[in-house]
Nanobody, 116 residues
Framework: QVQLVESGGGLVQPGGSLRLSCAASGFIFSMYAMSWYRQAPGKERELVATITSAGIRINYADSVKGRFTISRDNAKNTVYLQMNSLKPEDTAVYYC?????????WGQGTQVTVSS
């Protein structure tokens, strides 16, 4: 079955960087677009970035443009989120996501806390 396992979260100071990873299994990874979402306490889950199956098209939320970079390695069945210039408002649980035949699949999430 589909499995998505995020890692790489943690506590970082404002202005710092983190790299999140999402290891995928149970489906043909190279065929599907992948996304990162985040959910801050008391807020709705929001889309952060999406990358198409071959990595040709990428979209970002306005709030992270110029600071975050999504990428993927189809040989390793892994999608990444490089996060630079982190701000306290980036604090959230970050989730990996894909959609197969209109059904959403989610990982367990990884906590990112930006605080001094």
């Amino acid at each position: 079955q589909v499995q998505l396992v995020e890692s790489g979260g943690g506590l970082v100071q404002p202005g710092g960087s983190l790299r999140l990873s999402c290891a995928a299994s149970g489906f043909i990874f190279s065929m599907y677009a992948m996304s990162w979402y985040r959910q801050a306490p008391g807020k709705e889950r929001e889309l952060v970035a999406t990358i198409t199956s071959a990595g040709i098209r990428i979209n970002y939320a306005d709030s992270v443009k110029g600071r975050f970079t999504i990428s993927r390695d189809n040989a390793k069945n892994t999608v990444y989120l490089q996060m630079n210039s982190l701000k306290p408002e980036d604090t959230a649980v970050y989730y990996c996501n894909l959609v197969i035949r209109f059904e959403d699949y989610w990982g367990q999430g990884t906590q990112v806390t930006v605080s001094s």
